[in-house]
């Protein structure tokens, strides 16, 4: 599903990320890489393979769209450090031929020395450029001439089906002045959202994005 905001066009992705034509450029919210090992220490039943699905979905974005950038929208990783943050580490080194960004998120409380050891450049508030701001926690006012992509609320959009049947499902929120990104990461939840003027919202499936309204 392919977008056009101020003279630029971004594609929504299956994979719950935006890819930017004009800058060869992948828009990530919302890892929270170190998550699903956190609840595994904690007893909780997440599958191990969780963890790979990120990944795998992240090399699949890669070599599918051949971003020469990704820009991260905060919460790369979920709290404290874990063995998770080293699988990072090694996916990074792999691609260390693409430039990688982050707007630091609530989560991201890393030291900011480990983000820098991995060849990202860490931008504690927002990142600008052209006419567009990248961060992590959505603004309630305009920002004069900018439109904004922003991550954190990890929007999802209930769909109901015969017999009371109902499923949520991840979405992009595109209002009139800025984008909320779904969380790419897996077993992160979501916040319900609603239609409402001037809003699009796009559901994504494992094959398809489509407008709701």
């Known amino acids: 599903m392919q977008i056009e905001i101020k003279g630029n066009h971004f594609i929504l992705l299956t994979q719950r990320a935006i890819f930017w034509e004009e800058k060869q450029t992948l828009l990530i919210g919302d890892l929270h890489l170190g998550k699903i090992t956190h609840f ?75 983000f820098l050891e991995c060849n990202l450049e860490v931008h504690l508030n927002d990142f600008e450029e052209d006419n567009f701001i990248f961060t992590h926690h959505p603004k309630v006012d305009e920002a004069e ?15 109901y089906g015969r017999g009371r049947q109902s499923v949520k499902l991840p979405c992009f929120v595109i209002d009139n002045h800025q984008a909320i990104l779904p969380s790419f990461g897996v077993f992160t939840g979501g916040y319900q959202m609603d239609i409402a003027k001037n809003r699009k919202i796009y559901i994504t499936t494992e094959t398809k994005v489509f407008s709701v309204c």
């Open 40 to 114: 595994r220490k904690e007893g909780i039943a997440v599958p191990p393979n969780a963890i790979d699905n990120n990944f795998k979905r992240l090399n699949e974005l890669v070599q599918s769209t051949g971003a020469t950038r990704i820009i991260f929208l905060g919460d790369l990783f979920h709290s404290e450090y874990n063995s998770e943050w080293e699988l990072f580490r090694n996916w990074r080194t792999e691609h260390h031929y693409i430039e990688m960004l982050i707007a630091i998120g609530n989560h991201d409380i890393l030291p900011v020395s480990l």
């Open 145 to 159: 001439g900018k439109f904004i992509f922003a991550g954190h609320v990890h929007p999802v959009f209930t769909t």
